[in-house]
């Protein structure tokens, strides 16, 4: 239609829009696509503004001032669009962020203390706390290596699961804090990370309900832990 129409530099504009339309997993499609819409422009250009006002030079003056008030809007659009785009893509962004963000935080509680968790997240410094009165639980299944002989993998971890899972309750019921597992042992300690007057009795408490938990455990399943 012409160089005065200056339609084709909608196409430039296109080239850059792909940077925003196309996400990082398909980046061979957005060169592709890059690539063609810029062979475009180039093909309008040299080939169709031969001459001047190329195969359209002559359409009336009304039709060309059209042409132009329709192209400052298709810009105005284009702006509109990328704009779009751009506000999209920085949402995305932000919400695959805070997913991530939400996932360290589950997994840093998962293996330390909320308020260590929180203290590390705040700063980085060394955190080394002095504690003299606490009470510590170390609580073992009788029998356990026998039966791991006589289970699969996939019942011993189901097993185990259920079990920690309610203890794992229970201590935070009784604002006990489970250091860690290994095999079928379970330590927790009352006291820390937050002091207490009274840890003894809340790890006291503790035991007794897991001892009720065994119990409950064996009537359920016929089991004999």
């Not at 422009?41 to 030079?57: I, R, S």
């Not at 785009?85 to 805070?98: G, K, T």
């Not at 330590?187 to 007057?197: D, E, K, L, N, R």
Request: include cysteine; glycine fraction near 6%; aromatic fraction near 10%.
């Amino acid at each position: 239609m012409g160089t005065e129409s200056r339609w084709d530099v909608f196409l430039v504009v296109c080239v850059f829009l792909q940077c925003l339309m196309f996400p990082a997993t398909q980046r061979r499609w957005m060169v592709a696509v890059m690539i063609f819409t810029g062979i475009c422009f180039f093909a309008v250009d040299f080939a169709l503004n031969v001459p001047p006002k190329g195969f359209m030079q002559n359409l009336s003056a009304s039709y060309w001032s059209m042409e132009k008030a329709g192209n400052q809007a298709g810009f105005l659009f284009c702006g509109i669009a990328m704009g779009s785009v751009a506000f999209q893509v920085i949402n995305r962004a932000e919400r695959n962020l805070a997913i991530e963000r939400d996932r360290s935080d589950r997994l840093l509680t998962n293996i330390l203390p909320v308020p260590i968790a929180e203290r590390l997240k705040q700063s980085h410094e060394l955190i080394a706390d002095d504690f003299d009165k606490t009470t510590v639980l170390f609580a073992d299944i009788v029998g356990f290596t026998r039966y791991t002989e006589t289970v699969s993998p996939k019942q011993l971890i189901s097993l185990l699961n259920s079990v920690f899972t309610k203890f794992d309750d229970l201590s935070q019921m009784h604002r006990a804090e489970k250091i860690k597992t290994i095999g079928d042992a379970y330590m927790a300690v009352a006291g820390v990370p937050t002091q207490s007057g009274n840890h003894a009795e809340q790890m006291a408490a503790l035991a007794l309900d897991m001892l009720q938990v065994i119990v409950q455990h064996n009537r359920d399943t016929g089991q004999s832990l």
